[in-house]
């Protein structure tokens, strides 16, 4: 295919900074956009992008980044720019996250699964997902895939019962359309950890030769939250 019909690169999207959420960090989320890429994280401290500056050391694969370096009361905004082999795209729209103020806990609702009618509901402990990496990325059909997913408890706490669910997707973003190839579940991880989880899954047939994506998502409790996901590329061949 000639480089002019190269499809431009699309940003990421649905930026989320934490509003007072959390005491020693503000937590950036966002999706990953039409394709898979690298990202870069950018503050500044106004919505126009006053000062602004590079978070990102270098281009990473997950879609969340916790920022340490925020002072308490002081208000930053946060954008993503995406790097795939598109080339790179332009930045997101600015969100706004602050680090707590005070001891007062604050519901974080993008990332709750509790009723907000609920009293004293207070922020949740979960498990972050990484990445998701195979030693090859070429299959066949049927094949025992052998995966490894990269885990973070950013918490102090324990995180409760995790259930952590594989599939197999024709784009890197996970919808109900994708096939569930493995769901395991998994006993708290302990907090201020970087688990390392090495698993095995099965490519069950019939599959159409082609290139896909391996979806890893992450559900505390049993609650699938999409902010919690990681992707890999593969391809899978046929006999």
Not at 36 to 41: A, D, H, L
Not at 194 to 222: C, D, H, Q
Request: aromatic share 10%; glycine share 8%; net charge negative.
């Amino acid at each position: 295919m000639g480089a002019g019909n190269e499809a431009e690169a699309l940003a990421p999207g649905n930026v989320h900074a934490s509003d007072g959420v959390y005491d020693k960090f503000v937590l950036v989320r966002w999706d990953a956009g039409e394709q898979s890429g690298q990202f870069r994280v950018f503050r500044a401290l106004s919505v126009r992008g006053a000062s602004m500056q590079e978070l990102t050391a270098k281009p990473q694969k997950s879609t969340w980044f916790c920022d340490y370096s925020a002072e308490k009361g002081r208000d930053y905004y946060y954008a993503i720019s995406e790097t795939n082999a598109a080339g790179e795209a332009q930045l997101t729209p600015f969100d706004k996250g602050f680090i707590r103020k005070d001891s007062k806990l604050v519901m974080d609702e993008s990332v709750s699964s509790v009723n907000l009618d609920k009293v004293a509901a207070g922020k949740q402990v979960y498990v972050l997902i990484e990445e998701i990496q195979t030693d090859t990325t070429v299959f066949e059909a049927g094949a025992t895939v052998a995966y490894r997913l990269q885990l973070s408890n950013l918490f102090d706490e324990t995180t409760p019962r995790t259930d952590i669910k594989i599939f197999l997707s024709a784009d890197n973003t996970w919808d109900f359309e994708d096939q569930l190839l493995v769901s395991k579940s998994y006993s708290g991880f302990p907090g201020s950890t970087r688990p390392l989880l090495n698993e095995f899954l099965e490519l069950k047939k019939p599959l159409v030769p082609g290139n896909y994506f391996l979806i890893a998502v992450a559900a505390p409790k049993g609650q699938i939250l999409e902010a919690k996901t990681a992707v890999t590329p593969i391809t899978i061949i046929g006999k």
